[in-house]
Nanobody, 121 residues
Framework: QVQLVESGGGLVQPGGSLRLSCAASGSIFEIYTMGWYRQAPGKQREVVARITNGGRINYGDSVKGRFTISRNNTKNWVYLQMNSLKPEDTAVYYC???????????????WGQGTQVTVSS
């Protein structure tokens, strides 16, 4: 089984910064894409940022220029540096990874439990 554990959420004032971290552990043969999604109350889950194991990155339009995703392939970690935070960034942030658990299994999507980010004065 594959586990994703997020950390780093919390309450921050508008204009502030937070850094989210996510560690993947368990049965892992290879991790392809890792990323972050978010879901605000009453809204659909949306992509925030994703990074492939080759380092290709894409961001959601609303976070471009403010958020930065990075990854440590050796330790199976993914990070999200969030700067210039706005109240509309308030949401539960979920870590996602597309993982092949073993050479005998196909890759599948795995999700963390989510971490709350609240941007408010």
């Amino acid at each position: 089984q594959v586990q994703l554990v997020e950390s780093g959420g919390g309450l921050v004032q508008p204009g502030g910064s937070l850094r989210l971290s996510c560690a993947a552990s368990g049965s892992i043969f290879e991790i392809y894409t890792m990323g972050w999604y978010r879901q605000a109350p009453g809204k659909q889950r949306e992509v925030v940022a994703r990074i492939t194991n080759g380092g290709r990155i894409n961001y959601g339009d609303s976070v471009k220029g403010r958020f930065t995703i990075s990854r440590n392939n050796t330790k199976n970690w993914v990070y999200l540096q969030m700067n210039s935070l706005k109240p509309e960034d308030t949401a539960v942030y979920y870590c996602n990874a597309y993982v092949r658990p073993s050479v005998f299994n196909q890759a599948d999507d795995y999700w963390g439990q989510g971490t709350q980010v609240t941007v408010s004065s």
